[in-house]
């Protein structure tokens, strides 16, 4: 991860945080006044969101942590794991409880009163949430290099962005169910509808929550680097003329931070100092060109 896109991850994560604690307060408020099951369901949620966003930044400060004797490739993963934790608990904490107070509501089902507050509080929300959303896809359009959005959610290591991205669109989501199932209870008078937003809100958020822990599952079982950062490392090697033969390349994202190791025929006739320096000079213009390259063990050999 360069630093300008550890700056934009920062960015679109305080973006976040910054929205969700103030939508959260506003939400707990307006539970409060109307015994709403979607309006308690979507504070546990901005809650769980804002506790979320603490987790990403830790887990992207603890990510740059230099290598040392017990982790010699470092502590970039780590940045993995705590997005995992993250998609734990938006599962549990948020659409689990969301299912559960739902049916909570259709069992002891309670009126509702002063829904107009909500309504608001849901308005202003989906506001601030906007903003939030437009933030996290700003600072996704600074690092995705030309790419189309699908192909760079496809592609990316960065999953504190894709949890991001992934929190917005849910809380989006949940926030206009939540609006909708609660104005037809007030419409109707049938506290039901309040019920079935609060397990519509649940559902999306496991929706969510499975989606971004399938995507940060690869990357902690260990992905290679981005295909950007793979053709700019092919294209470098290709072009070394000491080179005769290149048998494999390897790459593997470790957080912010990439590792290569390659296999490689040097041409006839070259002596053992002549290879070293060769290699010495291939490494260091791969380090200058390949943003966070932090480790590149190149072999020369005469078969794969």
């Known amino acids: 991860m360069s630093s300008s896109s550890h700056g934009s991850t920062a960015r679109a994560i305080l973006y976040a945080f910054l929205a969700n604690s103030g939508i959260a307060l506003a939400k707990t408020w307006a539970a409060w006044l109307t015994g709403s099951g979607s309006m308690l369901a979507e504070a546990i949620h901005s809650y769980a969101d804002a506790g979320n966003q603490v987790l990403l930044f830790l887990g992207l400060r603890q990510s740059t942590r230099a290598p040392d004797a017990e982790h010699p490739l470092g502590y970039g993963k780590l940045s993995y794991f705590w997005s995992f934790i ?4 938006l599962f549990s904490m948020g659409g689990l409880f ?3 107070e739902g049916f909570h509501k259709l069992q002891y089902p309670e009126p509702l009163s002063q829904v107009w507050i909500a309504q608001l509080v849901l308005v202003f929300a989906i506001v601030l949430e906007g903003f939030s959303l437009l933030g996290c896809i700003r600072e996704i359009g600074k690092i995705r290099l030309g790419r189309s ?3 760079w959610l496809e592609h990316t290591r960065n999953s504190e962005l894709v949890v991001v991205l992934g929190e917005d669109i849910a809380a989006l989501l949940g926030l206009a169910i939540a609006l909708c199932f609660l104005s037809l209870a007030s419409v109707t008078g049938n ?3 309040d019920a079935f937003g609060s397990i519509s809100i649940g559902v999306v958020l496991l929706v969510v929550s499975v989606f971004v822990a399938l995507r940060v599952r690869s990357l902690l079982v260990g992905r290679s680097a981005d295909p950007l950062i793979q053709e700019a ?4 090697i290709g072009q070394e003329p000491d080179i005769e033969k290149v048998f494999n390349i390897i ?3 470790f957080g912010p931070d990439t590792m290569l190791a390659a296999k490689i025929k040097m041409r006839p006739g070259m002596d053992i100092d002549a290879v070293v320096d060769s290699i010495n000079a291939l490494e260091r213009r791969l380090k200058e060109e390949i943003p966070n390259l932090e480790w590149s063990f190149i072999e ?5």
């Open 86 to 89: 993250v998609a734990v608990l």
């Open 98 to 100: 969301s299912i559960y």
């Open 149 to 151: 959005f699908k192909a």
């Open 191 to 193: 506290t039901m509808y």
């Open 233 to 236: 490392i092919n294209t470098i």
């Open 251 to 253: 790459t593997m994202q």
């Open 300 to 304: 020369p050999d005469n078969t794969d």
